[in-house]
């Protein structure tokens, strides 16, 4: 594999279990821009949100984005990447993502996030109040941005990793970026 793919899309859409399957299949590095913002603040995600407010963390997946791009562009090694939920939703780096490599929407419906993200504490933005009509609208307003920022979309429910990997896999070899 000579590419490097970035796979997007809804909290509980798998974009981290993918990645891994796909980077077992393809022998490429996994790397994961919520983890890699953890390493670099050294807290969690929710702590982040918590001390430092929503508008900080996306100035932090702006600036991971900038520096995988650095890393890419000096040593031209694909990789395979899975972004926070979120950060397809700034326009700046939906051109830094379409500039890394091949950008893949995992599309999955509400009702399948809800029951992976049952009980989950560690989203931020799904914490108190109604998770079924926050998941709803989010998604609904969401949906046609991860449309727009990739350049192929996937569904996910009610398919294995090893199915979805298998399907990007021949995809990826048929679409260029
Ligand atoms: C977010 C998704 C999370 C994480 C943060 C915000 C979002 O990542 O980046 O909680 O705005 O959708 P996952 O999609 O990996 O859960």
Do not use: W
Not at 111 to 116: A, I, N
């Amino acid at each position: 594999m000579e590419k490097t793919i970035i796979l997007t899309g809804f909290m509980g859409a798998g974009k981290t279990s993918v990645g891994k399957t796909l980077a077992q299949k393809t022998g490429l590095k996994l790397l994961d821009t919520d983890k890699l913002i953890e390493k670099q603040e050294g807290t969690t995600i929710s702590r982040i949100f918590q001390t430092q407010g929503e508008e900080a963390f996306r100035k932090a997946e702006t600036n991971i984005l900038k520096s995988l791009l650095k890393t890419k562009e000096k040593t031209k090694e694909p990789a395979i990447i899975s972004v926070g939920g979120g950060l397809p939703l700034r326009e700046e780096n939906q051109t830094l993502l379409k500039n890394l490599g091949l950008v893949i929407y995992l599309q999955i419906q509400p009702s399948t996030v809800l029951k992976r993200l049952k009980g989950d504490t560690s989203r931020p933005l799904l914490q108190g109040g109604d998770a079924q009509e926050k998941v709803t609208t989010l998604l609904t307003q969401r949906a046609p941005i991860y449309q727009k920022a990739a350049h192929l979309s996937i569904d996910v429910d009610n398919k294995t990793l090893n199915q979805i990997a298998e399907e990007i896999l021949l995809q990826s070899n048929i679409i260029s970026p």
